[in-house]
Nanobody, 121 residues
Framework: QVQLVESGGGLVQAGGSLRLSCAAS????????MGWFRQAPGKARELVAV???????TYADAVKGRFAISRDAAKNTVYLQMDSLKPEDTAVYYC???????????????WGQGAQVTVSS
């Protein structure tokens, strides 16, 4: 089992910045993907950015150049720095971890509790 605790979020004016953090604890494998998704009211949950333990970082087109995902391996923490925020970035942001044992096929997926980000115009 993996536990995720999110922090950050809040209310900011358009053009402002926020930083989200997600600390993971528990059975975290060396093979994992940590990232962020978001869900706006009435919309499906969508990928924002994911960063694997090894491999290519992926960003949604809507946030490229404005958001940056980073990881602190020693702390098992993933961050999302959000700059130049727009009203359309308003959503609940969820931390996500996918985890599998080396050589295994099955992935296990975990979600944080969600953090509200509201961008006013």
């Amino acid at each position: 089992q993996v536990q995720l605790v999110e922090s950050g979020g809040g209310l900011v004016q358009a053009g402002g910045s926020l930083r989200l953090s997600c600390a993971a604890s528990g059975s975290i494998s060396s093979v994992n993907v940590m990232g962020w998704f978001r869900q706006a009211p009435g919309k499906a949950r969508e990928l924002v950015a994911v960063k694997p333990s090894s491999g290519i970082t992926t960003y949604a087109d809507a946030v490229k150049g404005r958001f940056a995902i980073s990881r602190d391996a020693a702390k098992n923490t993933v961050y999302l720095q959000m700059d130049s925020l727009k009203p359309e970035d308003t959503a609940v942001y969820y931390c996500n971890v996918k985890n599998r044992s080396p050589g295994a096929v099955r992935w296990y997926e975990y979600w944080g509790q969600g953090a509200q980000v509201t961008v006013s115009s």
